[in-house]
């Protein structure tokens, strides 16, 4: 017999997503537990509760974490203001055993979910705490054949009883809780039950809201920058850009039959040579195994999304390169000097974008962040040339004019970047590109240092 919600529920949770489209609250529901049919037997009944306008589903099988594209839809699904997502399986779903042994994995799922939450995101999590013949009737009326898309025929193993209480014992915490559904042979009772802690999370989120963040940008790491010498210059710049080539453009094919992939973060003051050395790099590769994301202010449908989804949905696939022509990073350099976001979103930046390139990292990819330096008087020089170069003269704004004028604020905020994400799972490359020449070999060396530790 199909599910008849009572008028009640059915009227509440209209009402609930009325409120949830005109204050712009973002909700995702986060589904798990140990028997797929019973799982994907009681998200249907959920989801024909709700307005399809409003409501988005997604399903993440086991085995992803080897493929950064698809891990990172995880964000990438995430609800937009005003909006539902619905997630049949999660982050969590290629989580091993083994995983649940070594905390820091359990701690990179914590980083994500403490992002969502302290970007506004109102997070449930369900576990369906099944037994077997659990829901016996309805189980296997959404069954789909084996071996099609509509199966899903892994066994989680981390859902195990003795697994499953660690990770909920760990990963459920006063942000974003775990509420354990008790699954019996009635699908009315079961659905009931997920709909009434379905309202009764969102309207508590909704009243209070989440605790302001108290977390600060604070330096861990080694800063690169200190002490950089700009006198350096390039003295075989031909012959080493030739052979670094060709060596990239190995390494290239290498990585192409891996199930790693790049990133390559592009960062460094106005004029410093970042396109340029992003043209020496791609003329070095097959065009079909990387592309070039330059990035901009957000516009449109990223503002209705935390400031990462517009990263996180291009990420590259296994074997391919993505190159950021500025990046994520501007959450820590331009958005709070020109006063974009406010002091508690800057506090905690340096957190989330570590954590975030954890979870990147942990997906297989190689990620690289270079800082390209240069000093205050070659800018200037830069700056004059460009004006005087019909050419080139639109590369040159009344903005960069403006950043010059604020060059010890800027510096100031770069220090405290980069001391607080050089992270080993992600480090910063400070490069001298006084002398772009120079700059050009050294970003070409890193590359292929790196590609060729992690693939020969």
């Not at 937009?80 to 995983?99: E, M, N, Q």
């Not at 009315?188 to 009243?207: G, H, N, P, W, Y």
């Not at 396109?275 to 516009?299: D, H």
């Not at 800057?346 to 979870?359: C, L, M, T, V």
Request: a negative charge; proline letters at 4%; hydrophobic letters at 35%.
């Amino acid at each position: 017999m199909p599910y008849e919600v009572t008028q009640e529920l059915e009227d509440e949770l209209t009402m609930i997503q009325r409120r949830i489209i005109d204050e712009e609250k973002a909700v995702l529901v986060v589904f798990e537990g140990r028997d797929e049919r019973v799982q994907e037997s009681i998200i249907n009944e959920f989801l024909n509760l709700l307005d399809p306008r409003v409501a988005r589903y997604s399903h993440f099988q086991a085995g992803e974490i080897n493929d950064p594209r698809t891990t990172m839809k995880t964000i990438g699904h995430e609800p937009a203001k005003g909006k539902i997502a619905v997630y049949d399986r999660s982050w969590y779903s290629w989580l091993k055993p083994s995983h649940i042994e070594k905390s820091d994995m359990l701690k990179v799922v914590n980083d994500l979910e403490r992002y969502f939450t302290s970007n506004g995101i109102i997070l449930v999590k369900f576990f369906l705490d099944s037994v077997k013949d659990s829901l016996e009737s309805s189980g296997g009326r959404m069954n789909g054949p084996k071996g099609t898309f509509l199966s899903d025929d892994h066994d989680y193993e981390i859902w195990n009883r003795k697994t499953s209480s660690k990770i909920i014992s760990e990963t459920g915490t006063p942000t974003a809780p775990w509420d354990v559904i008790k699954v019996g042979d009635s699908a009315v009772k079961t659905t009931d039950s997920v709909i009434q802690t379905f309202l009764d999370r969102v309207k508590a989120r909704m009243e209070s809201g989440y605790p302001a963040s108290n977390l600060k940008v604070e330096p861990l790491f080694e800063n690169p920058r200190k002490n950089l010498d700009l006198s350096k210059t390039a003295k075989n710049y031909r012959s080493d850009l030739a052979r670094l080539s060709e060596e990239l453009n190995r390494l290239q094919a290498k990585l192409a039959s891996s199930n790693k992939a790049l990133v390559i973060v592009f960062e460094g003051w106005d004029a410093a040579g970042k396109g340029g050395t992003i043209k020496r790099v791609t003329r070095a590769l097959n065009p079909r195994g990387y592309y070039v994301n330059p990035v901009a202010a957000p516009s449109g449908e990223e503002k209705l999304h935390t400031y990462m989804w517009r990263f996180a949905v291009k990420m590259p696939k296994a074997g391919h390169i993505c190159i950021y022509d500025r990046s994520w990073y501007g959450r820590m350099m331009v958005e709070p000097i020109e006063g974009f976001c406010s002091e508690e979103e800057y506090g905690r930046s340096a957190a989330e974008i570590r954590g975030f390139e954890k979870f990147l990292a942990s997906t297989g990819c190689i990620v690289l962040k270079f800082w390209m330096e240069i000093s205050p008087d070659e800018q200037l020089q830069r700056f004059k040339d460009r004006q005087e170069n019909p050419v080139k003269q639109y590369k040159i704004t009344e903005e960069d004019w403006r950043n010059r004028e604020k060059w010890d604020v800027y510096e100031e905020y770069i220090d405290r970047m980069i001391s607080s994400t050089n992270a080993e799972y992600a480090p910063w490359i400070a490069v001298e590109s006084e002398n772009k020449k120079y700059g050009r070999i050294k970003v070409l060396k890193k590359i292929v240092e790196t590609l060729s530790e992690e693939l020969d």
